[in-house]
Structure formats: C-alpha cells, structure tokens
C-alpha cells in the first residue's frame, strides 16, 4: 500500500489558472508535482527561520581586495567559524572586487551569525546569507 495521500483544497478559480499558468512556465508535470515542491520549500524555509535547527546554505560575498588587510581578515574570521564553513570559492571579478562564495552548515542562527561578522568587515561591499534544508525532513 503506497504512503501517498490525496486531498483537496478550495480555491478561487483566477489563483488556480494564475499557478496553471505558472505550472507549465516551470515545467512541472503536474499539480502534484508543483505543490510538493511548494510544501518543501515551505518546510526549508521554516527551518532556518526558527534558528535552532541544522541548515545549509551559503554566504556569498563580494568585497574591495585592496582594502588594507581585508584578506587576512576574512581568512581568520574563516577559520574562527571552521566547523560551520565547509568550503569557499574565491573569484578575481575585476582589478579591484573579488567574489567569494562559502558553503556552510550549521543552525541558522550560527550561519546568520557568520554572515553579520563577515558583513561588518571593512571592504565588503555586499554579504548575503542564503540557507536551506539538509532535506532529512524533506520526504
């Protein structure tokens, strides 16, 4: 007997064919397919907004490399947070700006955390943290 259950929702008719729409511009084979991939977005989400449960993601960074010591700073903030920083691509964008990209995992709250720390950094000009699910809990 398979795990799988229907159900069925109400909705207005406009929103419907607004996400038919939508549906067939992704790709998705069908409803089905759409919704599930919309509850597990919603479970991600909801846990690196709660903080406290593990997550992973990345920080991306991009910042002046010219900047007196910035790298020796970034470097030893790095290594402060090396059980959350798994790896980290380094870009040369141009003569001046260097992109930097961190895989990380760990609770949210400690992810957010490291990309504040990094973000204060004299010569980032741009941090954004993005996180999301280990996908344990995403069936």
């Known amino acids: 007997m398979s795990d799988t259950i229907r159900f069925s929702i109400s909705i207005k008719e406009k929103l419907l064919e607004n996400f038919d729409e939508l549906i067939e511009k992704k790709g998705y084979g069908n ?62 964008l141009d003569k001046h700006n260097c992109l930097e990209v961190l895989a990380v995992k760990g609770k949210g709250d400690k992810i957010r955390e490291i990309g504040a720390k990094l973000n204060t950094v004299r010569g980032v000009k741009h941090a954004r943290v993005t996180l999301g699910s280990t996908g344990k809990s995403l069936l």
């Open 31 to 92: 409803r089905s397919d759409a919704i599930r991939d919309l509850i597990r977005k919603f479970i991600s989400e909801s846990e690196w907004e709660e903080g406290d449960k593990e997550t992973v993601g990345t920080i991306t960074l991009i910042y002046d490399h010219e900047v007196r010591q910035i790298n020796e700073v970034l470097t030893d903030l790095q290594h402060n947070y090396h059980e959350n920083i798994l790896s980290a691509l380094h870009i040369h």
